[in-house]
């Protein structure tokens, strides 16, 4: 039935006016919410709390944008991955963040413009402990579960063939039936995005009988996605996600930005708090969208801590995710 | 006043003809018009948001793996002469037929029709064997072509509705049989299951079957085991499988060759005994022929088939035929779904045949089962096959449900193919146009066969 959905959108390319696609910072506003796209369900990501409330790493740069554009509303679609980037294309979302891989072809073919990587992940393969497989070069004929509509599928068949192996896979069209194949199972190996093996790992009978190989097969580079042609959208996300992470880099938290913004003489941070100059409403916005912002969500590394770090069910290093300054790939361009 | 005044002419827009085509026309216009704009407007969107169109994007090369690969086949430059053979093999025994009935000799004498057989059966045969390889079977690959991608999903898609519409129709009469049976425990198992089954959500149904019972069955080490014969696990059913040799080709056209060559000696038996009231010659014709070919094909091609086990090799069994339980799911899940449709249309059209009928057929010394056979079911089908035919339609319609349990039909492909290349509206129209063919195919087919049984009213 979710194949209705993607006709649907197919077919609100169809008939949407071509006039809808300007200015989603001022339709955003004149709704008075934003339209998200995320997971259905993974955890870390995208999931349900007890009070049936969305939260996770992605869902935190849907508030986060939500809060730059003054916006405390906002609706979220759950998507499939076969069904996200159609949904973007025809404006049935104004921001897709949902764990989509910045590749070539996408950015060139699809109408659609990715805008920072908010985390840098690859590709990686889950196997039963008891299996006592310790490099995916064993797996030689081996039965994977993974999920359809994505990267995946071409990274995994593209590791097998270059390694002369071969493999069957089984494939699904949500994450919550592979794991369950694979948790029941039918496949020796469970396989997508590292961040995504975890996530997906907290939620088996026994997290503990499963190890995530050493390899990583592919570099997965994720983040938030809008539609092609609307630059001054592009900005305002990628600003408002380069602030969470600038604001990790000189020590502003959720709680203590106020005090910063009334006290700091840092002239870049005044400047990046919205507190002298006039960067913020160049992008449109107003001057309080950076406290707005980080008083939501937080900074990136809080972030990160909060849905997939240490203290999660997923227990992700930092890795590649750790700002430059400490040997990670977090960079921000400077806020003058 | 017997003469009448030519009745005035009625201007155009006043006379219901007149009107009719009008409104026709009006109505073909805006839809043309509708479908146009629709056509220009899509094209136009798509450049403004700068997606790219077209159809090209189905010749590059797919690049993802599909599980369960059907092979394809492939017609080669020799498929066109036995094509060719078997129009020219048709074409002059209906000549020869014609003729022997003009010059009032009996086209029935034995002589005469091993002379049709011959030119019907045996001219193609003998294509077939000059063009040994005119048919390849083709198989997927992660270097084939998307297109290659979508006729593997195509091929597994009709394999299960194929299979799925036959399983249903048996069962179904199986179930319709026992409710109508007046063995109370057994009419009354029956009804359970048709309302159980036909009041279930499908997908519920398929869910059920593939992760209640088919993933609660044995890993791949603690298989059940039937003398290496029969090998039942997780990951599927493991049977022997015959892995097809050099002359495997011909053997199956040679058994296929016989078959149609039976059919055509059954037909002309019963047309004997019919016309001449002496029972045609059955026997001898058919096992020659249902032996000979095949023998002969054997002896021409070489061994056609060898048996090959499933062993144990890594991390599964190989070798041998495996059934995978997505496939079995799925194929288990719709028979026993529309079965419980199919019988319900069974029954009620073994009802609607009046009671005389029976009775009549039972004064007449027939037993039950020749009672069931030759008067009812025959009447029945009159009222059985338009309902369901709409059964045939939804199992071929719900088989894209399998993108649910991990089976790679034509919609789930066409959905790793949408995702990867992006081009959401040709793989939309394409699952539309495919699906609205497989439909229009089930339902030309079907309405044939109604056609051939209706009552004949003169």
Not at chain 1, 48 to 70: E, H, I, W, Y
Not at chain 2, 85 to 102: C, D, N, P
Request: proline share 5%; with cysteine.
């Amino acid at each position: 039935m979710r194949s209705i959905l993607v006709a649907l959108a197919a077919a609100g390319v169809l008939f949407a006016s071509s006039a809808a696609q300007a200015g989603t910072l001022q339709d955003v506003q004149a709704n008075g919410f934003l339209k998200c796209g995320t997971h259905i369900e993974n955890p870390g990501f995208s999931a349900l709390d007890s009070n049936g409330q969305r939260f996770g790493f992605d869902v935190d740069f849907c508030r986060a944008v939500g809060a730059a554009v003054n916006t405390p509303e906002i609706k979220y679609t759950p998507l499939t991955s076969k069904e996200r980037l159609p949904a973007l294309q025809s404006g049935e979302i104004d921001l897709l963040s949902r764990t989509t891989t910045y590749t070539m072809s996408r950015d060139a073919n699809l109408g659609l413009d990715f805008t920072n990587i908010t985390l840098y992940d690859g590709q990686g393969m889950m196997v039963r402990k008891s299996s006592g497989i310790k490099s995916a070069k064993e797996l030689d004929g081996a039965t994977i579960c993974l999920q359809t509509g994505s990267t995946t599928e071409l990274n995994i068949s593209d590791y097998f063939r270059k390694n002369g192996m071969s493999f069957t896979p089984v494939v699904f069209d949500k994450q919550p039936d592979v794991r369950a194949a694979y948790d029941a199972g039918r496949c020796d190996v469970h396989t997508t995005d590292v961040s995504g093996l975890a996530a997906q790992r907290s939620l088996m009978q026994n997290p503990d009988d499963h190890v995530i190989l050493p390899e990583l097969i592919s570099k997965e580079p994720l983040g938030p996605v809008v539609r092609h042609g609307d630059n001054q959208w592009a900005d305002v996300v990628r600003w408002t996600v380069w602030l969470t992470m600038a604001a990790e880099e000189f020590g502003i938290t959720a709680d203590n930005v106020e005090k910063i913004y009334a006290e700091s003489t840092d002239p870049e941070v005044q400047r990046m708090l919205g507190k002298t100059g006039t960067l913020w409403q160049d992008l449109g916005l107003d001057q309080g969208a950076p406290v707005r912002v980080l008083k939501t969500v937080g900074n990136y590394g809080q972030i990160f801590d909060r849905n997939l770090g240490a203290n999660t069910p997923l227990r992700l290093e930092r890795g590649p995710n750790e700002q430059w300054n400490k040997g990670g790939l977090i960079y921000v361009p400077p806020f003058r | 006043m017997t003469e009448h005044s030519a009745p005035p002419r009625v201007p155009f827009w006043r006379s219901p003809t007149g009107r009719a085509w009008a409104f026709q026309a009006v109505m073909l216009g805006s839809f043309l018009w509708l479908a146009v704009s629709m056509y220009r407007n899509t094209l136009e969107n798509l450049k403004t948001r700068g997606i790219g169109s077209g159809f090209g994007f189905l010749h590059s090369e797919a690049g993802f793996r599909i599980g369960e690969a059907t092979g394809i086949p492939l017609p080669q430059g020799g498929f066109l002469y036995f094509l060719i053979s078997l129009a020219v093999g048709l074409f002059l025994s209906r000549i020869l037929a014609r003729h022997l009935k003009a010059r009032n000799e009996a086209p029935l004498d034995t002589g005469w029709f091993g002379l049709c057989l011959l030119l019907s059966i045996g001219l193609p045969a003998a294509t077939l064997y000059i063009f040994r390889d005119s048919v390849e079977i083709a198989h997927y690959t992660e270097s084939s072509s998307y297109i290659m991608a979508l006729a593997t999903g195509l091929a597994n898609t009709l394999k299960v509705a194929v299979i799925g519409c036959v399983a249903s129709t048996f069962l179904g009469l199986f179930i319709a049989l026992g409710r109508l049976s007046p063995n109370w425990l057994l009419s009354r198992l029956c009804r359970w299951y048709v309302e159980l089954n036909r009041n279930l959500p499908v997908l519920m149904q398929l869910f059920f079957w593939y992760f209640v019972v088919f993933q609660e069955l044995p890993g791949v080490k603690q298989s059940i085991d039937l003398g290496g014969w029969i090998i039942l696990n997780k990951r599927g059913l493991f049977l022997p499988g015959l892995v097809p040799q050099q002359g495997a080709w011909l053997f199956v056209a040679a058994l296929i060759t016989a078959l149609c060559g039976c059919w055509l000696v059954l037909r002309r038996a019963k047309r004997m005994r019919d016309e001449t009231g002496e029972p045609g010659k059955r026997l001898v014709p058919c096992l020659l022929l249902m032996l000979g070919l095949p023998s002969l094909a054997w002896l021409a091609g070489g061994t056609p088939f060898l048996l090959d086990f499933p062993v144990l090799k890594g991390f599964n069994y190989s070798g041998g035929m495996g059934l995978t339980p997505e496939f079995t799911a799925l194929v288990v899940g719709l028979t026993v779904y529309v079965s419980a449709f199919n019988a319900e249309i069974i029954r009620s059209g073994i009802e609607a045949v009046s009671r005389g009928q029976r009775e009549a057929a039972r004064a007449l010394a027939m037993n039950e089962r020749q009672v069931m056979r030759i008067v009812i079911l025959p009447q029945a089908m009159r009222v059985i096959v338009p309902p369901m035919t709409s059964e045939y339609l939804a199992i071929a319609k719900n088989s894209s449900l399998a993108v649910a349990i991990g089976y790679p039909e034509f919609v789930s492909v066409g959905g790793t193919i949408l995702n990867q290349s992006g081009q959401a509206v040709e793989i939309v129209g394409i699952w539309m146009g495919v699906y609205l063919c497989i439909s229009l195919c089930i339902s030309f087919a079907m309405n044939m066969y109604n056609a051939r049984i209706a009552l004949v009213e003169r």
